[in-house]
């Protein structure tokens, strides 16, 4: 029996950078109730608040919700409030190195949209975020720039070139995250083994990029067992079939 399910969040929890559905909240508050629940993903801790803390119903016991952002690089708890517990931060001179690559990455590929909305490299302290379309671009403007992966898988293959010892992984709908080498959701999967205490083989993974480059599939890779949606509402059927097995 699995004592921890740990979930994506874009595409598998809710739309990318949106808060979670009401069903949603309802679902992990009834899975709550049987399990721990982790939320890893490459989002920073704003966006976790705003995606997932707050959008839970009052009834879900938020002391066994164990939110990771910027891929398990950072671990919030909730005791009465949401805290940090760790956080890994890259040096400036990291910083500048990335930065500097998106650029002439971005140049020699040419993937370069014709309409952004908002910034499109985010610094997130323990990772670099670049999207493509922007940080406040709509639904399906993300949803039709690289539904099959293609472009990014271009600017991924370039990026890793120009950044020999960093971890380069595609996440959400337009999105490429930098973490140090090494830094993936099986490495913040493995920070959450060690911090709760709960086996490997007593959690579970569900996303939807669960497929090589995706930055869901270091957790398959891990070999945790693994549920691949493709979308929220494969999650929820997910959700109510484990409630089920759990009760």
Known sequence: MKELVAFDLDGTLAESKQPLQEPMGEALANLLDVAHVAVISGGDWPQFEKQVASRLPERADRTKLWLMPTTGTKLYRFDGEWRAVYAELFEDDEKQKILKAFDESLEATGFVP???????????????????????APIDAK????????KRKVIQADLRKRLPGLSINMGGATSIDITREGVDKAYGLKKLNEASGIALDKMMFIGDAIFPGGNDYPAEQLGLDVVKVKNVDGTLAAIAGIVACLK
């Open 114 to 136: 014709e309409k952004t909305w908002g910034e499109r490299i985010e610094d997130r302290g323990s990772q670099i975020t670049f999207s493509a379309l922007g940080q406040e």
């Open 143 to 150: 949803h039709s720039w690289d539904p099959d992966f293609a």
